[in-house]
């Protein structure tokens, strides 16, 4: 497995710190803490995280030779794009929000990250243009804050996860990923328009990775990429052999596969 084995390295970059807005998948124990450690539960999960282990931007950060910090990163499992949350848990535009009234001098030199939509979906919602907007909208604050350094990350196929592969809302799923990914690509195109040259975004195609590891398992060390290692709280023996943790959360390895892929794409464009 070579490409797990190669540390990730920063040759050079002018990113000087991140700043993470999302849900789960970028949770670096924002909703632990919240619940006072009820969950996501450890074990079977890791310290806070919806994992056996880090998440892509502790990986991400560590390429960039940054260290990954609790305040600068508003992640919180559970969240979905805008308003609609269970629970009290703030979604993106809250996160944003929050973050630009702590930091009210934004860093320049910092990378703003955004994932977020998936909940939208696995909890029902049917249009993913408010999705689109919601993301839209927090970018737009983001930049009209200062932001200059945005990475916007797509959805993986909602439908075609270990939790809904073979449900009777595969189909629902997968079409709304398709119809989100699309629609999100037109929204930054025409962001990038409206902001200018100044601030730079790059989309991140989780999408295609997701893809790609479930087509070609044996190229990123995978036996199994259909199944959760984790089972009733149960442990599989061999979870770097898994691209999904549960039902719905991808491995320590797999979100280490995202953060290389990630820092690929920061080095082609920063």
């Known amino acids: 497995m070579v490409a797990l084995k190669t540390s990730i390295t920063n040759s050079h970059t002018s990113i000087n710190e991140l700043y993470v807005f999302g849900d789960s998948l970028s949770d670096i124990g924002n909703a632990f803490n919240a619940t006072e450690g009820f969950h996501p539960s450890s074990p079977p999960y890791f310290q806070g995280r919806f994992s056996n282990g880090l998440v892509w931007v502790e990986y991400l950060a560590s390429g960039l030779a940054l260290t990954p910090k609790q305040n600068t990163n508003f992640a919180y499992g559970g969240a979905t794009t805008g308003s609609g949350n269970l629970n009290g848990i703030p979604d993106l535009l809250t996160q944003v929000d929050s973050f630009i009234k702590v930091y009210q001098q934004v860093d320049k030199n910092a990378l703003y990250i955004l994932w977020a939509g ?4 696995l909890h029902g919602m049917s249009n993913p243009s408010l999705s689109i ?13 200062g932001a200059k350094k945005i990475l916007v990350a797509n959805l993986p196929d909602l439908g075609n996860i270990p939790a809904t592969r073979n449900s009777p809302y595969s189909g629902i799923l997968s079409s709304a990923t398709i119809a989100h990914n699309l629609g999100l690509a037109n929204s930054l195109d025409l962001l990038k328009q409206k ?3 100044d601030t730079q975004m790059i989309m991140f195609d989780v999408h295609s990775i997701y893809k790609e590891a479930i087509t070609n398992p044996t190229k990123f060390g995978f036996t199994d990429v259909n199944t959760a290692c984790l089972n009733n709280l149960a442990s599989c023996d061999n979870p770097d052999k898994f691209l999904f943790w549960d039902g719905i959360h991808p ?5 280490r596969i995202l953060a290389k892929a990630a820092l690929k794409e920061l080095k082609i464009t920063f």
């Open 118 to 121: 998936a909940n939208d979906y």
């Open 133 to 145: 907007n919601n993301i839209s909208q927090a970018i737009q604050s983001l930049a009209k804050a």
């Open 195 to 197: 902001l200018g040259h």
């Open 251 to 255: 491995t320590t390895v797999a979100h």
